[in-house]
């Protein structure tokens, strides 16, 4: 898939994605794995939305983290990037080894309305990622790059910060710890850096107010989202073959209906007294 310009975002924008990044007021990122989910997160308010590359992966029935989704995760930048919130894309590292290759995406995410890119490092070698994010922030440079290192993810934390060191001085604009739980070291990484430090919320973990006084200033929801739908559905479908009904909040089919991104539809309701409409979105 190429994608044709549709939006450029606006410096503004740009801007003001990077103004929420706020010390003691952190940006709260959650993370959307399809449009329904991505217009139901900013219907409450939230003025920033992320992509899961989990969500999206697995929705498509492929790997994560395999250099496997581009095609998906640029298809859903296209549908969301004009949506009426800040929109940041989970591009794995990038779906390629070539900076070249990850820049000519990055670009293309920014000309469809993304404001933001998350590349992950996946412990392989730091001097590669610091070149992919330099060919980014020359090709996109108002794109904000989330530079995310795996080293507690998928290591012992060993080399953490050099990685760092090295990724903010490649330009990243923001750092990201995935793993990273325990409140002194999140503290010592906050001192050391010039840039963001972005942690994954874990329930397990310090709770977001936490963070925001430990100097955190972006808190992403990753895949917990699309992990916590997938596991509401089949304990419901669990609950009505057993007789029961389920509780929790939902969505009216007219609701959901309502996210579909503006074009000529026709639609056919799949409950009694759903109406068949035909029309266009304004």
């Given at each position: 898939m190429t994608a044709?310009?549709?939006?450029?975002?606006?410096?503004?924008?740009?801007?003001?994605?990077?103004?929420?990044?706020?010390a003691g007021e952190p940006l709260l990122l959650p993370n959307a794995w399809d449009h329904a989910s991505a217009r139901a997160l900013a219907g409450q308010g939230f003025p920033a939305v992320g992509t899961t590359s989990l969500g999206v992966a697995a929705a498509a029935g492929l790997p994560d983290g395999a250099a496997a989704t581009r095609e998906e995760t640029l298809r859903l930048a296209v549908a969301?990037?004009?949506?009426?919130?800040?929109?940041?894309?989970?591009?794995?590292?990038?779906?390629?080894?070539?900076?070249?290759?990850?820049?000519?995406?990055?670009?293309?995410?920014?000309?469809?309305?993304?404001?933001?890119?998350?590349?992950?490092?996946?412990?392989?070698?730091?001097?590669?990622?610091?070149?992919?994010?330099?060919a980014v922030k020359r090709a996109a440079p108002g794109l904000f790059v989330n530079a995310r290192t795996d080293t507690h993810w998928l290591g012992d934390g060993d080399g953490t910060l050099a990685r760092l060191d090295a990724y903010q001085q490649a330009g990243a604009d923001g750092v990201f710890v995935p793993g990273l739980t325990d409140p002194r070291r999140i503290e010592t990484v906050v001192r050391h850096l010039e840039v963001p430090l972005n942690i994954l919320y874990s329930p397990g973990g310090p709770p977001v107010a936490r963070l925001a006084g430990l100097g955190v200033r972006r808190v992403s929801l990753g895949s917990l989202l699309y992990r916590r739908a997938l596991g509401a559905a089949v304990e419901a479908a669990a609950e009505f073959r057993a007789g029961r009904t389920p509780t929790g909040a939902t969505p009216s089919y007219d609701e959901v209906a309502g996210y579909a991104a503006p074009r000529l539809r026709v639609e056919g309701g799949d409950q009694p007294g759903d109406r068949?409409?035909?029309?266009?979105?304004?």
């Open positions: 044709e310009p549709q939006q450029t975002p606006s410096n503004r924008a740009a801007t003001d994605f990077a103004a929420l990044h706020r969301l990037g004009s949506g009426p919130f800040l929109l940041s894309v989970d591009a794995e590292g990038g779906f390629s080894d070539d900076p070249g290759e990850v820049a000519e995406f990055a670009r293309e995410l920014y000309a469809v309305g993304a404001v933001g890119i998350n590349l992950e490092d996946g412990l392989g070698p730091a001097a590669r990622h610091a070149a992919k994010i330099e068949a409409r035909v029309g266009r979105l304004a």
